[in-house]
T-cell receptor, first 114, second 110 residues
Framework: DVKVTQSSRYLVKRTGEKVFLECVQD?????MFWYRQDPGLGLRLIYF???????EKGDIPEGYSVSREKKERFSLILESASTNQTSMYLC?????????????FGPGTRLTVL | GQSLEQPSEVTAVEGAIVQINCTYQTSGFYGLSWYQQHDGGAPTFLSYNALDGLEETGRFSSFLSRSDSYGYLLLQELQMKDSASYFCAVRVSGFQKLVFGTGTRLLVSP
């Protein structure tokens, strides 16, 4: 059974803290994605990676960075958390092979920044 | 810019048929996907259309018209468990970058 896991379901941090969100997939997928989901705004792409050590900006990369040192792991970093980064963060992965158009999502991390 | 428009909410009764529309304006187009998300859950993939026409998967069908920049998801024989949010998403690059719509909340009543 395919699986994308995220390190925390709920996280509370203070303004200015450095925050790490971890995502691990066990499907040997090449592509990994970080989205944030806010009511009325849908899912917005923050960053994605199509290979180890490769990264591309999405639509809202400001205030975020990412790291992909291993194929199965993709980390989202908030360098200095701010209250407007309070959101649900979703990680996803997909293959470049067959069924390449399906993205598999993790359960999400609900981050609150106080 | 990139924009996808879909209705914010649709209501229907069990056993009925409902259509959720999606119109898009994007800088690139490789295909239109649909995802389902139950409250508190992760989005799950339903369908993908790269070419014009209708794709059927059980009770769900998805349609695409590239010339009209339009697609829809058709749900037949509605069940209570179909109550969820439905998102259309356009693949805008060869790297599978998706741009999502804001979602349609479907409420199915008995």
């Amino acid at each position: 059974d395919v699986k994308v896991t995220q390190s925390s379901r709920y996280l509370v941090k203070r303004t200015g803290e450095k925050v790490f969100l971890e995502c691990v997939q066990d499907m040997d997928h090449e592509n990994m994605f970080w989205y944030r989901q806010d009511p009325g705004l849908g899912l917005r792409l923050i960053y994605f990676s199509y290979d180890v050590k490769m990264k591309e900006k999405g639509d809202i990369p400001e205030g975020y960075s990412v790291s992909r040192e291993k194929k199965e792991r993709f980390s989202l970093i908030l360098e200095s958390a701010s209250t407007n980064q309070t959101s649900m963060y979703l990680c996803a992965s997909s293959t470049t092979g067959r069924n390449t158009n399906e993205q598999f999502f993790g359960p999400g991390t609900r981050l609150t920044v106080l | 810019g990139q924009s996808l428009e879909q209705p914010s909410e649709v209501t229907a009764v069990e056993g009925a048929i409902v259509q959720i529309n999606c119109t898009y304006q994007t800088s690139g187009f490789y295909g239109l996907s649909w995802y389902q998300q139950h409250d508190g859950g992760a989005p799950t993939f339903l369908s993908y259309n790269a070419l014009d026409g209708l794709e059927e998967t059980g009770r769900f069908s998805s349609f695409l018209s590239r010339s009209d920049s339009y697609g829809y998801l058709l749900l037949q024989e509605l069940q209570m468990k179909d109550s969820a949010s439905y998102f259309c998403a356009v693949r805008v690059s060869g790297f599978q970058k998706l741009v999502f719509g804001t979602g349609t909340r479907l409420l199915v009543s008995p």
